[in-house]
């Protein structure tokens, strides 16, 4: 009976043991590091057509782990456009080139009195949900907007960041 009563304390213990490094180890994953961020802000909240292209360099060291590229507009009030074209493009240090085309869509309402933005408001794009920088180098991000010749009202600021994400499974599955 003393046997049975210490064998149960002691699994007792190693699956506490068990749960809690799982969970220290998926709080510790689910922390991206961050590669590189970029920032711009736009004076009296207004993307002029003048900045429609934005550029940056950064410094990057070699990485042989993947990056999400995400875009983050910060807005004062809703947009006078629904869609929101524009390319990303990288320029790596070795000469390679990498252009991506994509459009953030805003939900429109059909009569535009029916739903007011109160307070700031946050969109996040995802531009790469899986991108390598694998050269030591400067590196240049370039911003194309192409909502058209206007300057694009109520956009605070525009942020570009790269944060670390896992690598894909690539086991192949095999076929019976």
């Not at 920032?39 to 070699?62: A, C, K, M, P």
């Amino acid at each position: 009976m003393m046997k049975n009563y210490y064998s149960r304390k002691i699994n007792l213990f190693l699956l506490f043991l068990l749960m809690g490094t799982l969970f220290f180890f998926s709080c510790n994953s689910s922390s991206k590091t961050t590669l590189f961020e970029v920032s711009q802000e736009f004076t009296d909240n207004n993307w002029g057509f003048d900045q429609r292209i934005l550029e940056y360099e950064v410094e990057i060291e070699e990485s042989e782990n993947p990056y999400e590229v995400i875009l983050t507009l910060d807005l004062t009030d809703r947009l006078s456009v629904d869609r929101l074209p524009f390319t990303f493009s990288i320029y790596g240090p070795d000469g390679s080139e990498s252009h991506k085309p994509t459009v953030i869509v805003f939900n429109v309402p059909e009569d535009p009195s029916t739903e007011h933005l109160s307070g700031p408001k946050t969109i996040t794009k995802t531009i790469y949900d899986y991108k390598f920088f694998n050269k030591t180098g400067t590196y240049k991000l370039r911003l194309l907007q192409k909502s058209g010749k206007y300057d694009l009202h109520n956009v605070k600021s525009m942020k570009i960041t790269a944060k670390q994400t896992q690598k894909k499974d690539v086991r192949s599955k095999r076929i019976s």
